[in-house]
């Protein structure tokens, strides 16, 4: 895992974490108003430099560096939708890792059954990705603005279909771990007015665990269209969170 840092390292550290087949780049706009006023830090996840192994492998790693970089302390943590998982997996192994916390677009119910055919759908993402037709759409269902859809395409088409099958697995056995419940960090728990239903639910499921947390619905958006799309509007929500 690499991390690609931004703003002045003496000043509070945000930390971002993107979704399956994004990379720093989906934080541009955002990391660039944040690095005024933070130190910002992006993670690559693994699966574009180095085979992913799982969420825990993830969390672990993040955890390592801000342990080493960050004396063990963040000021903010967020992630979008699998990226959010690693967020959440980060905050039930250590409880005052942040103060605050931002959950975007998270599924904890997704569909019985498909874990077992993670080999063959790999391997089916995998031979798609070099086609612009099948990205294009998996753009748009990740709420990427198209002006971003290159740099998705040539990110998606260099993950491994090892990556995959672990990413799908990884996805689909998450729950949240029982110690979620004691972290200290505020939480604001996103999610759009067009998501799916399960999306509602894991926030409310989210927001059941978390002692200091809150809801917060977008209207009229879908997956991910909030951060990805309207990143000064995000960046308005989370001032607003620290301030409270």
């Known amino acids: 895992m690499r991390f ?5 390292p003496k000043l509070p550290t945000i930390m971002l974490v993107h979704d399956i087949g994004l990379s720093y780049w989906a934080y ?4 660039e108003e944040l690095a005024k006023e933070y130190h910002v830090v992006l993670p690559i996840l693994d699966g574009i430099d180095e085979e992913f192994q799982s969420i825990e ?10 342990h080493n970089k960050c004396d063990g302390h963040v000021y903010a943590l967020g992630g979008l939708a699998f990226g959010a998982k690693i967020v959440l997996e980060v905050l039930s192994k250590n409880s005052n890792i942040a103060s605050y916390a931002i959950i975007e677009s998270v599924d904890l119910y997704p569909t019985k059954g498909l874990s077992s055919l993670a080999p063959k759908v790999a391997l089916s993402i995998s031979n ?31 993950i491994s279909s090892i990556s995959f099958e672990h990413y799908i697995e990884e996805e689909y056995k998450f729950t949240l771990p029982p110690t979620l419940k004691n972290t200290s960090a505020r939480t604001l728990i996103i999610f759009g007015e067009k998501e799916p239903h399960n999306t509602r639910l894991s926030a ?22 909030f951060s990805l799309q309207h990143p000064h509007h995000y960046v308005r929500l989370l001032k607003r969170l620290f301030r409270n």
């Open 204 to 225: 409310r499921l989210i927001n059941e665990t978390i002692p200091y947390s809150q809801m917060y619905q977008i209207l009229g958006m879908t997956h991910g269209q």
């Open 28 to 31: 541009a706009d955002i990391k």
């Open 128 to 158: 798609l990705t070099k086609y612009r037709w099948f990205t294009s759409r998996q753009a748009a269902a990740t709420g990427l603005p198209k002006e971003l859809n290159t740099r998705y395409h040539e990110t998606l088409k260099s």
């Open 4 to 8: 690609v840092e931004y703003g002045n």
């Open 57 to 66: 492998d993830e969390a672990n790693k993040i955890m390592m560096f801000i």
